[in-house]
């Protein structure tokens, strides 16, 4: 079956320090990647989503970046944070057939001070 | 812009009760529907997928499609305590790109 894991689970840092955070997927080959960050008592919101190696497209132009290296990860980062970046990151994976389900990982909640 | 629209509540019931859940979409040829629950401080999980219109049934659960009046609902009889959440609806996008998510509707089962 196919897990999804995401680290670290909890991150606090301050204002102007570099992010990174790593999702990785096993079981499965070349799925959708996705990260999300959700506010406190907010939605969803798509922040890069990668079709395959190296391919990512970008959903909100901000001060984040996001790489693929491999096949089944997916690093979120930061050179320097701001405070509006605060919130509960989460990666998702689904399987590249059309009209499936995302599947999620159990979040990075990221505080800056 | 797609769009997934839901009542964002708090909605309440009591314990035993039937809570429904409404969303709607803005994309006609949408084709494959999802409802997630995330409790607070944890990441959305997966619950229902339909497909087609008319009722699916897992357990407690029954989503309902009506493509018509692009309209999907989710229903949980003899809810729960253990419901609390927040109800998700996700309709798909583009091919290879992500699902679109409405903001969730929070549920309140109270004992």
């Known amino acids: 079956s196919q897990t999804i894991h995401q680290w670290p689970a909890t991150l606090v840092q301050p204002v102007g320090s570099p992010l990174s955070l790593e999702c990785t997927v096993e079981g499965t080959s070349n799925p959708n990647l996705y990260w999300y960050r959700q506010a406190a008592g907010r939605g969803l919101q798509l922040l890069f989503y990668?079709?395959?190696?190296?391919?990512i497209s970008s959903e909100v132009p901000q001060n984040l970046s996001a790489s693929r290296p491999q096949d089944r990860q997916f690093i979120l980062s930061s050179k320097k944070l701001l405070l509006s970046d605060s919130g509960f990151y989460l990666c998702?994976?689904?399987?590249?057939?059309?009209?499936?389900?995302?599947?999620f990982g159990d979040g990075t909640r990221l505080s800056i001070l | 812009q797609k769009e997934v629209e839901q009542n964002s509540g708090p909605l309440s019931v009591p314990e035993g009760a039937i809570a429904s859940l409404n969303c709607t979409y803005s994309d006609r040829v949408s084709q494959s529907f999802f409802w997630y629950r995330q409790y607070s401080g944890k990441s959305p999980e997966l619950i229902m997928s339909i497909y087609s219109n008319g009722d699916k049934e897992d357990g407690r659960f029954t989503a309902q499609l009506n493509k018509a009046s692009q309209y999907v609902s989710l229903l949980i009889r003899d809810s729960q305590p253990s419901d609390s959440a927040t109800y998700l609806c996700a309709v798909n996008g583009q091919a290879g790109t992500a699902l679109i998510f409405g903001k969730g509707t929070t549920l309140s089962v109270s004992s």
């Open positions: 998702a994976w689904s399987p590249t057939t059309p009209n499936q389900p995302q599947h």
């Open positions: 990668s079709v395959g190696i190296g391919q």
